[in-house]
């Protein structure tokens, strides 16, 4: 079993920035998709970016020139960078890890990002 922890998500004006970052632990072998998905009151999960262990990256397009997602292949870690953050990026922040292609994914507890206009 694979267990994500996420932190850093809080309270921001827009046009403020936010980090979040998400470890994971459990896993014997490197994972090799991990990312973010976030979803707003009323919505459905959504992905916002996803990076692979060669550094392929995936983002939502609201997102790209906004957000950079990051990872630490040898800690099993992911970070997104958000910056120039929108009433519209409020959610709630979800980790996502998916060890390989023919397995579940897993999910972290979530973290919430508030964007205040």
């Known amino acids: 079993q694979v267990q994500l922890v996420a932190s850093g998500g809080g309270l921001v004006q827009a046009g403020g920035s936010l980090r979040l970052s998400c470890a994971a632990s459990?896993?014997?072998?490197?994972?090799?998709?991990m990312g973010w998905y976030r979803q707003a009151p009323g919505k459905q999960r959504e992905l916002v970016a996803t990076?692979?262990?060669?550094?392929?990256?995936t983002y939502k397009n609201s997102v790209k020139g906004r957000f950079t997602i990051s990872r630490d292949n040898a800690k099993n870690t992911v970070y997104l960078q958000m910056n120039s953050l929108k009433p519209e990026d409020t959610a709630l922040y979800y980790c996502?890890?998916?060890?390989?292609?023919?397995?579940?994914?897993?999910w972290g507890q979530g973290t919430q990002v508030t964007v205040s206009s």
């Open positions: 996502y890890a998916r060890r390989t292609i023919v397995e579940n994914p897993y």
């Open positions: 459990g896993s014997s072998f490197a994972i090799r998709t």
């Open positions: 990076m692979t262990t060669d550094g392929s990256t």
